[in-house]
């Protein structure tokens, strides 16, 4: 459901949906006290545009730079290196101290020495690298102390940008594994090339985004140059501000509750197969040496397959090439064989079982799509009942009941994918004993129903023609809404509750997360303030070009 308008409510929508029931039966006389207002919170995830790169890279800078006294360059090798995890920065600087945090980073600091002090204009050194003597002021030495002359200096740098390698560009000397300090490396190469000196400014100013696990460029098509970052966890699902709703993880379309792992797997299972199961069934049948689907194109009960064995059309059995009309050589369809039989047997329930999952999920996504279009019709229903002279006058609970429907929809689409792999052999096998595989299935399977009973009864409610009701009719339809409403809110909670407890908590594979559960739904990112006190460098100094 990639690309689909967003029904999530706003940020300006205060209300939230009281918990206080697991069936609707049992919240019969809520009132409007069954919304309650909740104060607005702040959105965790913020949009990173192209102005606002700067300031979010220098908010972590300064920290650093402040905690460590240290340099700009320094502070963003050492950045780089812990993929702008300040956190996890400070940890090792707790854990192992400060020369062990530089040593690993290539950060080489030297104390109470004027680092920018030139060599002495009357010496020549020689280069170790071209064997040519050079001036003072045509070397350049680097603060682990190794120098060399500028035009060799010049060709690393340009070499290494080339390659990609700009943002952490280590010293030429052997076995050093200092980095270079950006200040020189810029004035040098924009001496010779002023535009790959610019290209090295930008990727230095870009490794926010692409060595930072916290922040990643919305994946939309095409694209709309932003990048988000999240604030705590980064299985999550996230929506730009151009609308776009995602997991980021793995920037696929937001697929919980299934993990990336069985979305990818689901996602190439049903480009694969959807399309041609139901075709598949009813004119094929499996090869007995490779399975793959079988087409009969004559009339004869013998056929081939492309890997080159022979089988009886009518029992599936493997036979030689002797035949005639009438019968096949040395074969009798009458004759049981339990292993063929079995075999036989699993490619069928195996498709079967497939057939199963992938129907629910295309039925529930296919509802999705319809009642995303439903949205304007009731809404102009809603327009016609606001004009009448009811008692009624506010009908918003009608626009948080379908939000509530779009967002459960989507969830119960989800399950089934997850159900599938959940339960069966390609994931799990031998974590679950087939007891406790069923035991689970179960379980599952229960709240599933539940859910899926209560989402229908909504969508039902949602359609009918309330505008033309009376008053008490259309105060009836509006409680039973907002009960369903709370009813399939608090069993959303409980699947996630326990795919997270009961279902993939207790393994002991710690491959798949899934986004937890939001109330509100998807999240929309804020953006971040481009505005930025900070005493570096200039602003347009470090601006990526377009």
């Keep these: 459901m990639e690309g689909e308008e967003d029904y ?6 205060d209300y939230y949906y009281a918990d206080d029931g697991d069936s609707h039966d049992g919240l019969a006389d809520n009132d409007d006290s069954a919304l309650q207002w909740a104060p607005p919170k702040g959105s965790t995830t913020k949009v990173i545009t192209k102005e606002s790169l700067l300031a979010a890279q220098r908010e972590d800078l300064r920290r650093v730079m402040e905690l460590l006294s240290l340099k700009e360059h320094h502070a963003r090798t050492l950045l780089i290196h812990y993929r702008w995890d300040v956190e996890k920065l400070l940890a090792v600087l707790v854990e192992k101290g400060k020369s062990c945090l530089f040593t690993e980073a ?16 009357s010496s020549t050194i020689t280069c170790d690298i071209c064997i040519e003597d050079a001036s003072a002021d045509t070397a350049t030495r680097m603060e682990c102390g190794h120098c060399f002359c500028n035009n060799c200096w010049t060709e690393h740098f340009i070499i290494k940008i080339n390659e990609g390698q700009s943002r ?6 052997h076995r050093c594994s200092a980095i270079c300090d950006e200040a020189i490396v810029r004035n040098l190469v924009s001496r010779r090339h002023p535009n790959l000196a610019e290209k090295f400014d930008r990727f230095l100013l870009e490794s926010y985004i692409e060595d930072n696990k916290m922040v990643k460029w919305c994946p939309s098509i095409p694209h709309c140059g932003k990048a988000i970052r999240v604030e705590e966890d980064e299985f999550c699902e996230v929506e730009c501000s151009c609308g776009l709703q995602f997991c980021f993880s793995c920037l696929s379309e937001a697929h919980s509750p299934c993990s990336c792992l069985m979305w990818e797997r689901w996602s190439k299972k049903c480009h694969d197969e959807s399309e041609t199961v139901n075709w598949i069934t009813v004119h094929t049948k499996p090869c007995p040496k490779c399975y793959k689907p079988v087409e009969k194109n004559g009339g004869c009960n013998l056929v081939s397959c492309i890997c080159g064995q022979s089988f009886c059309w009518v029992c599936g059995g493997a036979t030689g090439r002797d035949h005639t009309w009438s019968r096949i050589a040395g074969h009798s369809c009458g004759r049981y064989k339990e292993d063929r039989e079995k075999q036989t047997e699993r490619a069928k329930r195996d498709l079967y079982r497939y057939m199963h999952y992938h129907n629910r999920f295309k039925a529930h996504t296919d509802s999705f799509k319809l009642e995303s279009k439903l949205k304007e019709s009731i809404l102009d229903k809603v327009s016609v009942a606001e004009e009448r002279e009811l008692r009624l006058k506010d009908f918003s609970w009608v626009t948080n009941g379908l939000n509530r429907l779009f967002r459960s929809r989507r969830v119960l689409s989800y399950s089934y994918p997850f ?27 229960d709240q599933q129903q539940q859910l899926e009973s209560n989402v229908e009864k909504l969508s039902m409610s949602l359609e009918e023609p309330f505008q033309q009701f009376s008053q008490d009719k259309v105060m009836d339809i509006r409680m039973r809404v907002i009960n369903l409403s709370v009813t399939i809110d608090t069993l959303c909670q409980k699947m996630y509750e326990c795919i997270e407890s009961d279902l993939l908590g207790s393994l002991h594979l710690g491959t798949h997360h899934i986004a937890p559960y939001k109330s509100k739904g998807i999240e929309r990112a804020s953006e971040l303030s481009s505005c930025w006190n900070t005493k570096l460098g200039s602003t347009d100094e470090y601006l990526p070009s377009e």
């Design 8 to 13: 999530g409510f706003s940020e300006e929508e």
């Design 106 to 121: 290539g950060v080489t600091v030297v104390e109470n020495v004027d680092d920018d002090a030139p060599l002495s204009s």
């Design 168 to 173: 952490r560009i280590q010293c030429m000397a």
């Design 419 to 445: 159900a599938f792999y959940m339960f069966g052999e390609e994931f799990f096998k031998d974590e679950m004993t087939d007891e406790e595989r069923e035991i689970k299935k179960n379980l599952f399977e």
